[in-house]
Nanobody
Framework: QVQLVESGGGLVQPGGSLRLSCAASGRTIRTYAMGWFRQAPGKDREFVAGISWSGAGTLYADSVKGRFTISRDMAKNTVSLQMNSVKPEDMAVYYC???????????????WGQGTQVTVSS
């Protein structure tokens, strides 16, 4: 079993930056592909960014490409999402997820965190 806990959410102004972190426990996520998803009120949960188990491969939703960066720290068993040039439409609950095998941009992940709220407002 893998437990995932997100942190770093909060209030950010449009155009600002925020860094989300996901800490894994239970077992190492060294061999897991990791993803960040988000869900706004009344909308489906959507893929934001993902990183392969090795860190060599990444995927981004078109809506965040060039603004968000996903990274992982094998030693610390963590995954981060650096959010820059944040827009009002980025406001959502952000979830960290882990899966065995290949990196994918759909929701078929094996483990999920509880989420962290990102609010975008001036």
């Amino acid at each position: 079993q893998v437990q995932l806990v997100e942190s770093g959410g909060g209030l950010v102004q449009p155009g600002g930056s925020l860094r989300l972190s996901c800490a894994a426990s239970g077992r190492t996520i060294r061999t897991y592909a990791m993803g960040w998803f988000r869900q706004a009120p009344g909308k489906d949960r959507e893929f934001v960014a993902g990183i392969s188990w090795s860190g060599a491969g990444t995927l981004y939703a078109d809506s965040v490409k060039g603004r968000f960066t996903i990274s992982r720290d094998m030693a610390k068993n963590t995954v981060s999402l650096q959010m820059n040039s944040v827009k009002p439409e980025d406001m959502a609950v952000y979830y960290c997820a882990a899966k065995v095998g290949l990196l994918i941009a759909t929701r078929e992940y094996d483990y999920w965190g509880q989420g962290t709220q990102v609010t975008v407002s001036s």
